[in-house]
C-alpha cells in the first residue's frame, strides 16, 4: 500500500510538472461550456428579416410591429418589390421575408380570409422552419385579439407545456453533453498518454521489474486523473447552475457518483488504448479518433438518435457516452431518481468491468 | 578450495513463442559478486532469456534459480531481490534527482530512513551533491546513465541486470561508468550485463556467447580469445556470429 501510494504521488509530479496540461485539463471544460453556452447556440435569435408591405394599413402595421419587437426577429429593411426581396436574400442580408399583399385588412374584415406570404432561407433548413413557426404563432396571436372572448363555435385549442425545459434552453441539453465529452476526453487521453509514455521512456519495464504489482501500477496511473475529472465535474456544474441557470433538478449526490463511474469507464478505455497504442502520437490520435467523434455523434447530444440509420442507432449503443448523457439528463434535468437510471448505471458497470477485463487479459499475455 | 555461491543457475532453460524457439536450452551459472557478460547478436535470444530470469517472462521448459529462487513460482521473491536498467536509460525526466531516488527506492520498500541515508550516499558517489532538485531531463546523458545505475542497485539487491546500458556514451563517460560497476561487484552484487561493445566484454570476469537461441561460447575473456585463436573479443564474436542462421530485426 505504501508502495502504492508513492506511486500515485509520482504520477501526480509529473502532471503538476507540465504546467501546460494541467492548464488545458482544468480549463478545458470551462472554455467548452462557455462556447457551446454563449456561441454554438441553435436557439434562433435575432434574425434579420425584411418586409414587404404592399397594403400599409392598420392591421399589417400592428402584425409588422410585433414581429419586430419580438426577440426572435430583426426587421433591418423594408423592400417594395420581389425583385428587391430576391436581391437582398442574395446578398445574405436576411433570412426571412415577409410579404404582405394588396388590401390586407379589407380581405380580413369583408372576406374573412387574409393572406401572408412568409419567404425563409432555407438552405439553412432547421432555421427556415424555425423562423417560419414563430412568424406563424405571433400572427395566429394577433388574430386571437382580434375576437377576443368569442371564439368559433367548434374550435381546438393546443395547450404546449414544455417540461423540464420550459424557456427551450439550449443549454439543458448541452451540459450534459459536454460533461460526457469533456470526462471522456480528459480520462481516456491523459491516461493512456501517460501510460504510453512510460513504455516509451523505458521506464515501464523497470517498474515492472520491481515488486509492484502491473495491475497496481496501471490503477496508480489513473488515480491522479480520477481526481482532475472530479476537478472538471465541479467546474462544469457550478458554470451551468451560476453562468448558465440550468439548475441541478436532482440529487446532487447520486449525479456525482454516476459521474465517477463514467470516470471509471473512461479511465478503463484509456488503459485499453494503452495496451494496444506503441507510441504517444498513437496514443492521441486513437484517443481522438475513436472517442472524439463517436461520443459527438452518438452520445445523442449534438445529433439525436432516434433520427439515425438503424445500423447507427445500433452502433450508438457501444458509446459509453451515450449512457451517461441519458443518465445525466435524467438526473440533473429531469430531477428523477435512481430508479430511472439504474438500466444505464448497470450498462455503464457492465461495460467498464468488460474494458478492464480484456486490459488485465492483454496485459498478461504481455508478461507471459 | 572455498565454495562459491551460485546466484543465477539456469539448466536447459528454453522459451518458445509457438514454433519459434527465441532460447533453446541455455545451461549456465553465476556466481557471487561475479560480472557476467551476456553477449549476442540482435534477435540472438538475450532479451528473452534476460526477462526469464528477471520473473518477467515463463519459461517453456528448463529450469533457472535467480538469487535463489525459482522462475517458475517465486517470480516476485525474485523481483524483490533483482536490479534492473534498461537500455533506455530508465529515469523520470521531469522528475528531479532526488524524486527519482525516492520514488525507485519507495517501490522496493525502503523506509524514510533508509530513503534520506541512501540518497546522501549516492549524491555524494557520483559528486552530485547539491544538484539533487535538478531535472533529470537537464543532466548530460553519461550522468543520467551513472545516476540510472546508482539507482538500480539503491535497493542493495542480489544481482543487477543491465540490458545495452551504455548505448550511445563517449568512452570516457563508459569507463567511468564500467568502475561504478566494478564498485558494486566488489560489494558483492552479481553484475549480468548485455552489451554490444566488445571492448566492454574484455572487463567482464566471464562471457556468454548467444548464437541463434543457444550459448555457443561460455569462458573468461582471456581463455575465449586463446580458444578461437583471436587478439581480441571482437575477433572471438565475428566468428561466432558469422554462424548464425537468423538475421537480427
Redesign the interface.
Known sequence: MKQFLIFVKKEWLHIWRDRRTLFILLFMPIIQIILYGFALTNEVKNSKIAIFDQSKDEATVNISDKIAASRYFNLVKNVYSYKDIEATFRKGEIRMAIVFPRGFRYDLLHSNHAQIQLIADASDPNTANTLTNYATSIINDYQQTLNPGEGLPYTIKTQVRMLYNPELKGAYNFVPGVMALVLMLVCAMMTSIAIVKEKEMGTMEVILVSPLKPFRIIIAKTIPYLLVSMLNIASILLLSVYALDVPIAGNLGLLIAESILFTITSLSVGILISNTAKTQQTAMFTSMMSLFLPTLLFSGFMFPIENMPVPLQIISNIVPAKWYFIIVKEVMIKGLGFAAVWKETMILIAMTAALLGVSIYKFKIRLA | MMETEKVISAKELTKRFGAFTAVDKITFDVQKGEIFGFIGANGAGKTTAMRML?????PTSGLATVAGFDVYKQN?QI??H?G????????????TIR?NI???A????LDEEQIKEKTAKLLRQLRMEGQDKT?VRALPLGWKQKLAFSI?IVHDPAIV?LDEPTGGVDPITRREFWSLIYEASARGITIFVTTHYMDEAEYCNRVSIMVDGRIDALDTPANLMKQYAATSMDGVFLQLARKAVRTGD
Open positions: 528477471c520473473g518477467l517472462s515463463l516476485e523481483k524483490k533483482i534492473y536498467m534498461s537500455q533506455k536509460f530508465s529515469l523520470y525526466e521531469d522528475l524524486e525516492r520514488f525507485y519507495g517501490i522496493y520498500g531535472l538500480a541486470f
